[in-house]
């Protein structure tokens, strides 16, 4: 069994940031493809960012390129998103997703096999 732990949400405004953390444990592996997705009230679960094994191959989705990074340690089992520029659109949980195998990444929701809790990021106006 796989344990993602997210960690690093909290309220900022407008034009601020935030880095989110997430830990895997349990049977996870250093060469699971991770990925990133956002729920906003009232809306679906959307996709951001994912990243492959070895952290070469990354993806955004549009509305974030230029303002959100995502990176990873494979020595700590930890992916990153580091969110700078926040607008107030970007509220919503964040969901940190494993794929436990693969290569490549992933962006879609169905392609992933864990799912940590989600960390709440609200951006003020």
């Known amino acids: 069994q796989v344990q993602l732990v997210e960690s690093g949400g909290g309220l900022v405004q407008a034009g601020g940031s935030l880095r989110l953390s997430c830990a895997a444990s349990?049977?996870?592996?250093?060469?699971?493809?991770m990925g990133w997705f956002r729920q906003a009230p009232g809306k679906e679960r959307e996709f951001v960012s994912a990243?492959?094994?070895?952290?070469?191959?990354?993806y955004y989705v549009e509305s974030v390129k230029g303002r959100f990074t995502i990176s990873r340690d494979n020595a700590k089992n930890t992916v990153y998103l580091q969110m700078n520029s926040l607008e107030p659109e970007d509220t919503a949980v964040y969901y940190c997703?494993?794929?436990?195998?693969?290569?490549?990444?992933?962006?879609?929701?169905?392609?992933?096999?864990?799912w940590g809790q989600g960390t709440q990021v609200t951006v003020s106006s």
């Open positions: 997703a494993m794929r436990y195998s693969g290569t490549g990444y992933y962006t879609r929701a169905y392609e992933y096999t864990d």
């Open positions: 349990g049977r996870a592996n250093s060469r699971s493809p």
């Open positions: 990243i492959d094994w070895s952290g070469g191959a990354t």
